[in-house]
């Protein structure tokens, strides 16, 4: 399905699908791999840079566990996805940098505490280091007064939420013009005007390339800032990975794993896979070694000590030069 076709996309939502279909996407893992091999012999015969980026994927393949099959309740046991290979993504045209679209911006809007503006510093960082792209973070929009239009009293909590399509219509005329993205966070919850939904996280207009999400869910920053960090973090990762054209991940344990709530989030890693990193080599002309080189720096500097340990790994797994190491042996710990 190509990204334009998506339009409006919604997501990290509340899911709604019949239960159980999920399982049916893990059992139909094996046909996708061998899908997969057809379309990997195809890419590897006609383009060399794409030899090369799946002859690195394969080297880090080995870090990564399978999914494991959806408990009750969890996204994959709700929501049918066939997943997205890497031929497949390639294949469709994503959005991605080109001599027009160069920057990243990270968009705050409304009123933000100095450690909630951290959090947004520290997310424009980590995607300058995942994307390879200058992000830059542009002045905040003030949204006092919101009009009436734009705003949704909350049955669950009794506070104001707002329209996402209201956002995302601002974001879309003050976009600039060599933006492949603008993200925008915002303190506020959000609501997407969809009868039977509470809230959601995020959405985004892939046409447009502007999204917004929330940090309403993601905790006191004040009381628990790593958990809040990581989870804004895995929240940016995954949601700007939807805003370059990449679907949900079903095959491994992996940044671009849908969930459906807090806790499922909280079990998703912030890493992705050697599938999704492929795509994000290839959408970005990133080299890996030099990628995680920067990651693992920022790790370390952040404190995020399990993430510092598999982009380790992956540095060691590529070698040098990307060339095959004489063994993976780095097993990744959550
Ligand atoms: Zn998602
Ligand atoms: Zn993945």
Redesign the pocket.
Known sequence: MSARRWGLWVILCLAVGGAGIGRMAILESAERDAARSVSEAYDCHHEPELRAIRANGDLIRPLHPRKRPGRPGDWLDENFEPGQSFHFYHSDDPNRPNDRHTTFYIQPLADFSPTQMRLVETTAELLGCWYSVPVKILDPIRLDPIPDSAQHISPNHGGVQLLTAYLLDRLRERRPDDAVAVLALTPLDLWPNKPGWGHVIGQASLHDRVGVWSLFRMGNPETEYETCLRRTLKTAVHESGHMFGIQH?V??E????GSNDKDEGDLRPLW??A??EMKVWWAFGADPARRYEQLIAFADAHGLAPEARVWRASARALGPTGKKSASVQFPIEN
Do not use: I
Not at 254 to 257: D, I, K, L, Q, V
């Open positions: 991940c095959a491994y992996c940044g671009m794993n992705f896979c599938d999704d």
